[in-house]
Each structure stands twice: as C-alpha cells, then as structure tokens.
C-alpha cells in the first residue's frame, strides 16, 4: 500500500483490549433492569455502533423510557463497577509511536461517546499521538462514511490516501463507503470471515503487522 497520509483507529477491539468488559458491562446492565440478557456473541456483533444504535440493533422492542436508564447503567458498569480489565493490546502503543515517527496523521473513530472517549485517551497516555478523533457524538454512527469524512477534511487528506483500521464489518464498511482503505484486525470482536465480506485491503494478527501493509 502506497499514497497513504493518514491512518484512523477504531478504539474498542482495536488498540485497546476492552470487549469483554464492554460484554460483561452491557450483560449487568441488562440483568439490572430486569431485562432479557444478551448473549457475549450478540453483544460483540454491535461493538463499534454508538450505543443508541446497538440499543436498536440488540434491543429494538425497548420502550423509550427505558433507553437513558439502560445508557446509565451500561456506562456506570463499563466506567466504574466491571471488574473486567482493559489493557492496550500488546504492540499498539510502539505501533502508533512508529507511525507517528515515520510522519503519518493519526486518528480515532469509534463508537465510543466523546466523554468516554475522553477518559481513555487520558488513562492510556495515547492522547499526545492523536491528531484528531470522531465519536457519535460530533458524527453519524458506523457505519456511515461520516466520521472519515470530517476527519479526512478537519486534516486535509484525500479519502482515498486515508486507512481505516478496525475489528468490526462497521468499521470496513465505513471505510469502504467515505472510498478510504479498509484494513482489518483478527483479535478483536469481529471474525475474519465477516472482516473479508467487506473486502479489505488486508487484515492484520498483531497491531505491529500493519507497517508492512502500509
């Protein structure tokens, strides 16, 4: 892969290692509020989508007054009672070093809202090596082209010299939809199989793998 200026992360299951907590967050959530509780593997397919969106995928029968307290309790397990540890996958942070070194633009796209975003960027110390990011809450959820889109314009690339990296078919479809390049990651949430349904440039087994695609 050449002509490429710009490299944008998804977060959860990308560079950071925290879908089982978003699992077991979203699962004590639902038995909180005396809801049925979805399965992990229903819970992984929605990672990456805001959490109106997967409310509306996973959950669509919820009555609307039930939406916010849902949003409440998720939030309060995955940012303060799940007991589910969140490190950063190995190799992500000497990858975004050496990216950043070689001179690309580095982003974040993902489904997280930007509060949440916020407090990550914080506790990982990845925040000085990003140049922008997008959440649902300034774009469009994935897997709409929105998110690349402003951030391709915010940084004055080409979408089409702009990569997307991320685990889930959102991410690649969002990709595939701004006319970015789509790259996968296996360690995440999502499966390879589903990742080359959206015909990606690639798809990578360790953050690190990502230099010799670029």
């Known amino acids: 892969m050449s002509h490429c200026d710009l490299v ?5 299951g990308t560079l950071m290692d925290s879908v ?5 967050s979203w699962q004590r959530a639902c038995a909180e509020l005396s809801m049925a509780v979805n399965s992990a593997d229903s819970v992984r397919s929605i990672i990456g ?5 997967a409310i509306d995928t996973l959950v669509p029968e919820m009555a609307p007054e039930r939406v916010e307290p849902f949003i409440q ?3 309060s397990w995955y940012l303060e009672r799940s007991d589910v540890p969140t490190p950063l996958f190995d ?9 950043k ?15 949440g975003l916020e407090r990550v960027l914080d506790v990982s110390g990845l925040r000085p090596l990003f140049d922008a990011s997008r959440t649902p809450s300034e774009a469009a959820s994935k897997p709409h082209p929105d998110m690349i889109l402003q951030l391709c314009g915010e940084l004055n690339c080409q979408p089409g010299r702009a990569v997307m990296v991320g685990d889930a078919l959102f991410d690649l479809e969002m990709a595939n939809r701004a006319g970015a390049i789509g ?16 015909s990606p440039k690639g798809i990578i087994h360790h953050p690190m793998e990502l230099l010799e695609l670029l």
Do not use: M, P
């Not at 070194?101 to 509060?115: D, M």
């Open 20 to 24: 089982d907590r978003i699992v077991d």
């Open 8 to 12: 944008i992360f998804d977060w959860d």
């Open 101 to 115: 070194g070689q001179g690309y633009q580095l982003a974040v796209a993902t489904g997280k809202g930007r509060q």
């Open 73 to 75: 309790a998720y939030r």
């Open 183 to 198: 790259v996968g990651v296996s360690y995440g949430a999502g499966s390879v199989d589903v990742l080359r349904s959206a």
């Open 49 to 53: 989508l805001s959490i109106e969106s």
């Open 91 to 99: 190799g992500a942070e000497a990858l975004l070093h050496e990216l």
